[in-house]
């Protein structure tokens, strides 16, 4: 099984906020999952849901701060494996062209 999350957490303030998502991402690097950050969160993929759970909560923690927002979305493909790069890859075929503005 291969469980594919979109992660968000960021401290709730006015200035940037790149250090303390910073923390949350690094925070990822003591769990079982693979990350790529993008600008709007963070996808994981990993093969157990509580190292899922468990590596969302230590990103949550690790950033500082009075009020920090998380939002996790999970797709867990009980019958079938499917990585976040084949999501992307069916979308493409779909499409006919990658899934990305051409910005020439």
């Keep these: 099984m291969t469980v594919v999350a979109l992660l968000s957490v960021a401290p709730v303030i006015e200035d940037s906020m790149s250090d303390e998502v910073?923390?949350?991402v690094d925070a990822?690097?003591?769990y079982d999952v693979e990350y790529e950050t993008n600008p709007m969160g963070t996808v994981i993929e990993?093969?157990?849901i509580g190292e899922l759970f468990a590596a969302?909560?230590?990103a949550h923690?690790?950033?500082d701060g009075d009020r920090v927002s998380t939002v996790l979305k999970i797709d867990d493909k009980r019958t079938k494996q499917t990585s976040a790069a084949?999501?992307?890859e069916a979308v493409e075929e779909h499409l006919g062209r990658a899934a990305t503005s051409d910005s020439s």
């Design 46 to 48: 990993t093969d157990e």
């Design 56 to 58: 969302a909560q230590a």
């Design 22 to 24: 910073a923390k949350a």
């Design 28 to 30: 990822l690097e003591a």
């Design 86 to 88: 084949e999501k992307v």
């Design 61 to 63: 923690e690790a950033v």
